[in-house]
């Protein structure tokens, strides 16, 4: 299984980015984040089926996780950026035992494999 995610860049506030994560095989996909100096936070998550996606707090009805199967990418539309969204995005990938719980899904541990990151700077 092969993983790229891409899409990371410089943006203003309340301006937008789509960062895209392609990967071979999965089963469910998810964005973390980490920002300078703190822990990798959950950012959202989709199964493969589109039965179910999952969004941290911070992000609900800022951000939107879809996913084009065809192409094997899920990409992660992010409006409305805040300077506290600057971050290294990091994809990850559960390429095993079929798809998460709901509840599972913000889980690190969930997934199997993971991206190198791609840096989000919101800054004026």
């Known amino acids: 299984v092969q993983l790229q995610a891409s899409g990371g860049g410089l943006v203003q506030p309340g301006g937008s980015l789509r960062l895209s994560c392609a990967a071979s095989s999965w089963n469910a996909v998810a964005w973390f984040r980490q920002a300078p100096g703190k822990e990798r936070d959950f950012v959202a998550a989709?199964?493969?089926?589109?039965?179910?996606?999952k969004y941290a707090d911070s992000v609900k009805g800022r951000f939107t996780i879809s996913r084009d199967n065809a192409r094997n990418t899920v990409y992660l539309q992010m409006n409305g950026l805040k300077p506290e969204d600057t971050a290294l995005y990091y994809c990850?990938?559960?390429?095993?035992?079929?798809?998460?719980?709901?509840?599972?899904?913000?889980?690190?541990?969930?997934?199997?494999?993971w991206g190198q990151g791609t840096l989000v700077t919101v800054s004026s």
């Open positions: 990850a990938v559960k390429t095993r035992g079929g798809e998460p719980i709901l509840s599972f899904m913000a889980e690190e541990r969930a997934y199997d494999l």
């Open positions: 989709v199964r493969w089926s589109g039965t179910a996606t």
